[in-house]
């Protein structure tokens, strides 16, 4: 099973917004509404930001969404802020056998 | 509080064996799957594998070949990532995590990780 597709960097100023996108196939990505994303500050354990494509845990500000159109899945943070800027992994449910599949990470930077 | 404490960082050399820990507090252990997650030097997140602790199922990436063990003794609230002979390539950060036991379900609860290192 192969990692989904993100980009590498993506980067913007602070107030800005940015869209991190999460590439995948029709067995994962396009046949599941099961898209996670998590969040990774340097030296720190991943946090949990958005499962279910679209849903916030309890704590996640509304500036982080998530969506799904096809094969790719997108995060946007809007109303960026200093303390987004870390790495950004998705992940796909691929079924029983195959919970996880995880992104390439991509690390966000504010200008 | 609801969290995930790991045993500290290790360092080993090759051939020799390990066996790491995390402990699971303030939710019901056998409720949830746990599973452990690899994140070599700069690199991104893999899963190694999962187990749950009420029903014993469990689930393994192919992409590690039984190279590591999963046990868990629910009556310490913890599991385990053991290997029998470490190599080099097993230098990362091991991390365990939480999942509910619904389809589809994240790791919603994660460990501050292990550190693990292989050299001579």
């Known amino acids: 099973q192969s990692a989904l597709t993100q980009p590498r960097s993506v980067s913007g100023s602070p107030g800005q917004s940015v869209t991190v996108s999460c590439t995948g196939t029709s067995a994962d990505v396009g046949r599941y509404n099961f898209v996670s994303w998590y969040q990774q500050h340097p030296g720190k354990a991943p946090k949990l930001l958005i499962h279910d494509v679209s849903q916030r845990p309890s704590g996640i500000p509304d500036r982080f969404s998530g969506s799904k159109s096809g094969n790719t899945a997108s995060l946007e943070i809007s109303g960026l802020q200093t303390d987004d800027e870390a790495d950004y992994f998705c992940?796909?449910?691929?079924?029983?056998?195959?919970?996880?599949?995880f992104g390439t990470g991509t690390e966000v930077t504010v200008l | 509080e609801v969290r995930l404490t790991q045993s500290g960082a290790e360092l080993k050399e090759p051939g020799e064996s390990l066996k790491i820990s995390c402990q699971a507090s303030?939710?019901?252990?056998?409720?949830?799957?746990i599973g452990w997650v690899r994140q070599m030097p700069g690199k991104g997140l893999e899963w190694m594998a999962i187990v749950h602790p009420g029903h014993f199922n469990r689930r393994d990436n192919p992409s590690f070949g039984g190279h590591v063990t999963l046990d868990f003794d629910a009556s310490i609230n913890t599991a385990f990532l053991q290997w029998r002979s470490l190599q080099a390539s097993d230098t990362a950060i091991y991390y365990c995590?939480?999942?509910?036991?619904?389809?589809?379900?994240?790791?919603?609860?994660w460990g501050q990780g292990t550190l693990v290192t292989v050299s001579s």
């Open positions: 995590a939480r999942r509910r036991d619904v389809t589809g379900s994240p790791f919603d609860l």
């Open positions: 303030g939710y019901r252990f056998t409720d949830y799957w």
């Open positions: 992940c796909s449910y691929a079924g029983t056998y195959n919970p996880f599949v």
